[in-house]
């Protein structure tokens, strides 16, 4: 996995056009795929903001595979059944803290905003390989551990109780 620029960095950018522009880099550059991971805030930016919304958009229709983590809840519902027409799977993982996404060369990690109709203002970026790999074994481990949409939504829509079984080892 060589990055695709050819110049490996790690960087860190601020500014709301420098961590838009960042993402929509990685989604332009991207061949196979992109892993996203977000916070329950983020799905309504995600539709919201009309370049990312399209560079998902235009990901798919270059046949790049688009996974997506969130919470999701009652407040943000709607928008993740949107999302839902966009990506190839949607999961929900409870209590996601943090937002990241992947591609096989380029990872972006947009801070968390505590002002939750706002994009971020400061993003740490990196094409830096062994960087990138790391961070995909942190999606693969939320994506394994994540439930599908339909499952999570049709517990909202219901208002059933979401039970997790856990089988905990105790070697004392």
């Not at 096989?104 to 390989?129: C, D, G, L, Q, R």
């Not at 999606?139 to 905990?168: C, M, Q």
Request: aromatic fraction near 8%.
């Amino acid at each position: 996995m060589a990055s695709i620029s050819g110049t490996e960095r790690t960087e860190v950018l601020y500014g709301t056009s420098s961590v838009i522009d960042k993402e929509l880099q990685l989604f332009s550059r991207a061949k196979n795929r992109v892993d996203t991971c977000m916070d329950h805030t983020r799905p309504s930016l995600a539709l919201g903001i009309e370049s990312i919304r399209k560079s998902f958009l235009d990901a798919k229709n270059r046949d790049v595979k688009l996974r997506y983590i969130t919470e999701i809840t009652t407040e943000n519902i709607s928008y993740c059944k949107e999302i839902m027409k966009i990506v190839h799977e949607l999961r929900h993982l409870d209590g996601i803290k943090g937002n990241f996404m992947i591609s096989e060369y380029e990872y972006a990690a947009p801070a968390t905003s505590h002002e939750t109709t706002k994009p971020s203002t400061t993003v740490i970026f990196s094409n830096v390989k062994e960087i990138v790999e790391q961070q995909q074994y942190v999606f693969d481990t939320f994506w394994n551990k994540a439930i599908p949409a339909e499952l999570r939504i049709r517990e909202i829509e219901k208002g059933s109780v979401h039970y997790t079984t856990r089988i905990i080892e105790d070697s004392q």
